[in-house]
């Protein structure tokens, strides 16, 4: 009789021990689940990204630079004459001033002859908001050009 209830007691902590490990197990699964989604979720991140990133390298290999033309005067009218009002901020290139073009609120970064920085890393920034418009096709692209002045908007 007292062997039967040891062996009974013993096998009641067997029983509890199975349950707990039971327990353990179903809640190691339900992790691994969960970070094995995670993971995955990591993953697409990751693959969307660098396909972004194929994406505005591609474009900007086949870019042709294709947007409008605009004139000094078209700008100059756009600023009112270059305002002061109408100056917004004021960068390594100079001016950016807001205007209008065709009923649109504009931004319009102006290079001047005494920069800091110089044509050629205007032209770059030209062309890496042109990646990223034709890329993300969020906005318009202009530039215009005349002689000193140099004005690159975006809307």
């Known amino acids: 009789m007292v062997i039967a209830k040891l062996a009974k007691r013993e096998a009641v902590i067997e029983a509890k021990k199975f ?5 353990a197990l179903k809640s190691a699964k339900i992790m691994a689940e969960k970070e094995s989604q995670m993971r995955r979720e990591a993953e697409d991140r990751a693959n969307k990204e660098a396909l972004d990133r194929q994406t505005a390298l591609s474009a900007l290999q086949q870019a042709q630079m294709k947007y409008r033309q605009y004139s000094f005067e078209e700008l100059k009218i756009a600023t009112n004459g270059f305002s002061e009002l109408n100056q917004i901020g004021l960068g390594g ?3 950016v001033y807001r205007g209008m073009l065709h009923h649109t609120m504009v931004a319009i970064k102006v290079l001047k ?43």
């Open 19 to 23: 349950d707990e490990a039971l327990i």
């Open 93 to 95: 290139y100079g001016p």
């Open 113 to 155: 002859k005494d920069s800091v920085q110089g044509p050629r890393e205007f032209q770059h920034e030209v062309k890496n908001l042109y990646v990223l418009v034709l890329v993300y096709s969020y906005r318009n692209l202009g530039l215009g050009f005349m002689g000193y002045v140099k004005a690159l908007f975006v809307w």
